[in-house]
């Protein structure tokens, strides 16, 4: 894990809403999980900010049994503690749903909204925030908003 990947990680951000509008429907004909491999992997974000660094960790693990599983924690440089986040990335048949769960508690999921080879967009537009989580690659990094 002490590799820096430079991930890019603001799901927060809510700013990726007028990419999804452009966005191919996903063709959903059985898509299986292998599809999202390129998710998998350690990625780490370091980002000064007023004289403190904050970090970010996310991990995805390699597809199997029809879904992925990922956690993500946020920290600042020698904070007692910081926050969690556990992921399942599921498919189903024809469906395709992200389940966050920040601190450990369960939301609802998002769906996925649009996919290519190397980006994936979910949404759930009954969510207060975020609506919409987008993941892709840039190169080598992975990228989330």
């Known amino acids: 894990m002490g590799v820096d990947y430079n991930f890019s990680y603001a799901a927060l951000s809510g700013k990726s809403g007028a990419e999804i509008k452009d966005a191919p429907r996903v063709p959903m004909e059985a898509l299986p999980i292998e599809a999202f491999a390129w998710m998998s992997g350690e990625w780490i974000q370091r980002t000064e900010s007023k004289g403190r660094t904050l970090i970010i960790e996310e991990s995805w693990n ?84």
């Not at 990335?89 to 395709?96: P, S």
């Not at 909204?113 to 759930?124: L, P, V």
Request: net charge positive; proline share 7%.
């Open 62 to 145: 390699a597809p199997a049994a029809g879904m992925m599983l990922g956690v993500s924690r946020t920290s600042h440089k020698g904070a007692r503690e910081g926050s969690f986040e556990f992921l399942r990335l599921r498919c189903l048949g024809r469906q395709v749903h992200l389940y966050p769960l920040p601190g450990g508690q369960p939301r609802e999921p998002f769906r996925l909204k649009s996919y290519g080879s190397d980006e994936a967009i979910f949404e759930n537009l009954e969510h207060d925030f975020p609506q919409v989580i987008r993941y892709w690659r840039d190169g080598d990094k992975l990228r989330a908003s």
